[in-house]
């Protein structure tokens, strides 16, 4: 391909052990392995992610495109760490004949990572088209109906407090100011290590019953992370120094201490807002973690609070998820309806016949949209209103109908508890999409599986 050198696709000269176990792991993985070789289309669109710059000299041979996406989806299906996925590919000749790895030549774990997170969300969604065409291909799914329901996942971070957010400014900062320090002795960084106090007020903030202790505590806490974000901006400022002589270490440590000053900034500012001035601070403009900034607030009714994305799914009568929109916000049920049936129609070429949801979706807008798209029977159950209920309720099909919608519920409880779907791992915008996409893709694979077995 112009531009770039690319990664090999797959490995032809293939030799594998003679064993074969008839295990029931062993079979399904068998299953999935011939569900995948199917249509290996995908492998092109995945191969772009892997491109090294034209001319460069790097680029040893590596794992091939189909060993990088086989692997991924052992990780998810079997819940592995990167360790663990090492360990296993050694010891597993099951697990090494669906990875098209030969015995003696498992990846180290940080090969394993650093090929698996190359993979873009662009990729494993150009995978997951091509599993739901042979899904629909081998008869397992016909996309005649089909269920909506919405679900968070949850990022990777801890309950954020304004105490506990400030106090990982401060000790990551100083731990960052404390590398360039070692690495540059010839810079002069006015600098002292606020961490322990740092650490003594945020015990305070969370032990202390007095509200004038703890905010006495939040007082100095914020004087504290104010005077280490002046350390921080003197140490940017000479790092650019070293920068501009062309030193791609000062760089990085710029980029990172940068990033984090940033964050501290609006920490300290709804800090100030909330607990000094009174204010009640909109989700919207509240940041939740430094290390995961993307992450959204999402109220989940009265029940509990979500630090996370929510994921729209749309599931067929085989239970497979035909389609999944991972966006940002804490968005309505309602202004997406319309655009989970497009989604379907224009990437999947599955035109159903029957759609259910739940209530949060249900208007007489987007009963409307649906009819007007062919849809032959609309129902929204739960907490809709009457009007919106008689639209629907014209026939035994009402009851047929909310039954299947309560099928997705198990559908999303199975992809969150064995799937990884609770919690995303990965770090970043980029990743929490692929991770997900990845959760899908083995939930689905595994469900084709079972049903070709």
Known sequence: ???????????????????????????????ISEILQKDISFLEKVAKDFKTPKGSPAGAKGMTIEQVVRVAILKQFRQLGYQGLCDELGDNISYRRFAKIHEGEAPGRMTLSDNIKRISPEGWEEIHKVIVKTAKVLGVEKGKRVRVDSTSVESNIHYPTDGELLWDCVRVIDRIIEGVIG???????????????????????????????????????????MVTGEYG???????????????????????????????????????ERRVLKGEKVEAKDK????????????AKGKRKVVFGHKILLSGGESNLILDCMVERGNWSDAEYFGKGIDRLKERYDIHPEEITTDGGFASKVNYDYAVGKGIKKVLFTKKCSSKIVELVKTSRAYKRLKKFRAGIEGCISAAKRAYG??????????????????????????????ALL
């Open 421 to 450: 779907l609770s919690r995303c791992t990965w770090k970043g915008w980029r990743s929490f999409q692929s991770y997900v996409w990845l959760g899908v893709i083995s939930f689905n694979l595994s469900i084709m599986a079972n």
């Open 1 to 31: 391909m112009q531009g770039g050198k690319m990664r090999e696709i797959c490995d032809t000269q293939l030799r594998f052990e003679f064993y074969r176990s008839n295990s029931k792991m062993s079979k399904k993985l068998e299953k």
């Open 233 to 271: 901006e003197s140490c940017v400022e000479q790092l650019e120094e070293r920068v501009r002589q062309g030193d791609i270490e000062a760089r990085v440590y710029k980029d990172e201490l940068s990033g984090y000053l940033e964050s501290l900034k609006s920490i300290i500012n709804q800090t």
């Open 287 to 298: 940041l939740v973690s430094i290390f995961e900034t993307h992450s959204d607030i999402l």
């Open 183 to 225: 690495e540059y002795p010839d810079m002069e960084i006015e600098y002292h290590n606020h961490t322990k106090r740092a650490k003594k007020r945020r015990y305070r903030i969370v032990n202390t019953s007095s509200k004038e202790k703890r905010e006495e505590a939040y007082k100095d806490l914020l004087k504290v992370s």
